[in-house]
């Protein structure tokens, strides 16, 4: 019988890692050992490292749109790459790739290619990255996360998936999520997700409105390392992290609404557990746009309400938020009909089909 290995890659940003995580259990199920590509200093080693998957470390230059000194010596960084990733796949001779994007994963992707393994890209955001767009031609199956965003893969590469989400994230309590706020009133709940790195212009809006806020809601506020305000720290009906980790399907689940950033990880988690939400994508000035467009689909779907950055103050969020509250039940039967919820199989049956 075919002994079953996968390498998995995908890094710069927790987005380009943490899906992967979801594919684990399934694989593991399976019988899949499983090993992992990424860089030596990128945000993924330190997170596959804690749950002690094989690691192996390549060079890889950062892939930019603009004008940088360093993409004079990049390309020999990524060029030195695809040899380091062609030379790992040779030797460890896993059955298929699967790549979440992000500037390590071209190197892999390439170096697969050559090794004539098959490759499985996933693509969260509507309109897919520099590194995906580079990767397609060497891949096998592109797995994308938005009807939209099918048109945008040739030679009848795309597949609609979705976005995988963690299974202990759907296995959430709404009683214990209350109990470690310390919630003991019946108020619903508004948690704010402002990104992995917390959001600023949603921290001061959401805090500008906080009283007018609280009285009708209770609020779970993940702000981002170092932006914790001490002056609310004991302000009854509030709590704020900078970031969780364990409690965080808890949470999730105790909440009723979500204000969020439109990152595709967190909008599809939202889709799966039913929860309307207020989304705030970031601008377009700090990105390249995919946040915007993610949000315009979900608007268009039924899922979301949305407010742009540039649009955002006080009394359009207070405004916003009573809106989506007091429609939620319309929002929910919404989002019971997505037919992209079950990302995590469709991907796994992908990689079956291709390990063989």
């Not at 759907?170 to 470690?180: A, F, Q, R, V």
């Not at 906080?210 to 506020?221: C, P, T, V």
């Not at 979301?304 to 039940?329: T, V």
């Amino acid at each position: 019988m075919k002994k079953l290995k996968i390498i998995m890659t995908g890094g710069g940003s927790a987005g380009h890692v943490t899906p992967n995580l979801a594919l684990v259990p399934r694989l593991e199920e399976l019988g899949y050992e499983i090993q992992y590509i990424g860089t030596k200093d990128g945000i993924e080693r330190k997170i596959i490292e804690e749950e002690k998957i094989k690691y192996h470390i390549i060079s890889s230059g950062k892939l930019r749109r603009y004008f940088d000194i360093k993409n004079f010596s990049d390309p020999f960084k990524v060029l030195k790459g695809v040899i380091e990733a062609k030379n790992i796949i040779k030797r460890e001779k896993p059955t298929v790739v699967f790549s979440k994007g992000g500037f390590v994963s071209v190197p892999v992707v390439i170096g697969a290619y050559l090794n004539k393994v098959p490759v499985i890209v996933h693509e969260s955001d509507m309109t897919p990255g520099l590194a995906n767009k580079i990767s397609a031609p060497f891949c096998t199956k592109v797995c994308v996360t938005f009807p939209e965003s099918l048109k945008f893969i040739k030679g009848n590469k795309g597949i609609l998936t979705g976005t995988p989400i963690r299974k202990e994230l759907l296995e959430g309590s709404k009683i214990k999520g209350k109990n470690i706020c310390k919630f003991n009133d019946e108020k619903p709940i508004v948690m704010v997700i402002g990104g992995s790195l917390g959001s600023k212009v949603i921290n001061d809006a959401v805090r500008e409105a906080l009283d007018e806020l609280q009285i009708k809601f209770n609020i779970i506020h993940i702000c981002g390392k170092g932006n914790l305000d001490e002056k609310l720290k004991n302000k009854k009906g509030y709590i704020q992290y900078e970031y969780v980790k364990e409690e965080l399907p808890h949470l999730m689940a105790s909440a009723d609404i979500f204000i969020s950033r439109a990152g595709a990880n967190v909008i599809f988690e939202l889709l799966a557990l039913n929860k309307p939400n207020l989304l705030i994508p970031l601008s377009a000035k700090a990105s390249r746009g995919d946040q915007i467009l993610n949000a315009n689909s979900f608007e268009k779907s039924g899922y979301s309400m949305l407010i742009q950055e540039e649009e955002l103050n006080k009394e359009k969020l207070i405004n916003k938020l009573e809106d989506l509250y007091n429609n939620r039940q319309q929002y929910k039967k919404n989002m019971e009909k997505s037919k992209v919820k079950d990302a995590v199989s469709e991907i796994i049956n992908l990689i079956k089909k291709y390990s063989n």
